[in-house]
């Protein structure tokens, strides 16, 4: 994953849990359905456009900081993917949406970026919302990014919050003509975007699993008020993940299902395949969240069992006391007439009772195997 995930999440720079959970929203009740504010929060410094152009023989790649140099895309011979990084700007949005006829209830989407995952058909064009996710080995969390895609005949849109994605793979088989990415119109290639995040996750799971199998061997080891800190934190973590791609079954199946005049019978096959694999994700996450919950609960009975180790000594010596203290108080009373008292060998006599009385006690309790 790009260093731009990497910084947002050092120690330091993350939310709360119900601050990346719930959005607090900038835009006030009653505000007009389709007004443009960006409610997300600001991750790139500025806005960077990256635009390839591409048919079956010929690919053409740049990159502007300037949305009007790149709008004039819309021609039959070619197909276009536009890459806008950073959402802050506003205008920006508008000015695509302008050009290219979007909803403005998809732009204001767009700026929400505490959107679920869903999939919608506004006729001259598809919108899909997914999570693009990346997991910091130092912090152990996750971080969710929103990913908007406009799919329309000849152009995919797809915008970001902040630069550094997972779609790579994607331009590189684009620019070495692999496959039959460059064959294809604008529905496989969204495929080839989402296909590319679905197995994204798969990645973050592995690391995820990898860190959880740490925590229950350490759990097993020496149950510490640390680990169990940690066991926390990676559940809250996994909710954040659960939100995330939880949602993505019912997307997907909306695009392959439902007929949409955008996306064509081959790449329905495609979208199914994406399905199943989201299907998988969601049954690992679930598996992970039960792990966890096997680790608190291993914590628990270590706890648990520790302590019952440390009452079992203190009943064991309490045990051994009990006849000892007894002796020693019997001849401790100031009776006047207690015939051992007079006895030149009676107090050696008493030590050496009372030293075989707990040592048959101890060889008991050994035997009992309490020891």
Known sequence: MNDSHGRQGRKGTLPSLI?????HRQKPPGTVP????????????????RLIEYSPDSIDEGQYEDIEACLDIAQAQTMSWVNIDGLHEEGVIESVGTRFGIHRLVLEDILSTSQRSKAEDYGGHLFVILKMLSFDQDTDSIISEQVSLVIGEAFVFSFQEQRGDVFEPVRERLR??????RSRGSDYLAYALIDTVVDSYFHILEAVGDRIE?????VLATPTVELLEK???????????????????????????????????????????VHDHAVQVIDTVESLREVLSGAMDMYMSGVSNRMNEVMKVLTIIATIFIPLSFF????????????????????????IFMGVTAGGMLWAFRRKGWL
Do not use: C
């Open 19 to 23: 601050g990346r959970m719930v959005s």
């Open 231 to 273: 066991i926390h934190h990676l559940r809250r973590e996994m909710l954040i993940l659960r939100r995330a791609v939880w949602p993505l079954r019912e997307t997907l199946g909306q695009l392959y299902r439902e007929d949409m005049p955008l996306i064509t019978s081959e790449t329905e096959v495609f979208l199914r395949d």
């Open 214 to 218: 740490e925590l229950e061997e350490q």
């Open 176 to 181: 070495q003509g692999k496959g039959r990415i």
């Open 328 to 351: 020693a108080g019997l001849y401790g009373m100031n009776f006047q007439y207690m015939p051992e008292l007079g006895l030149r060998w009676a107090y050696p006599a008493l030590l």
């Open 34 to 49: 389709g007004t443009l504010v960006h409610t997300g929060v600001r991750k790139a410094e500025s806005v960077l456009i």
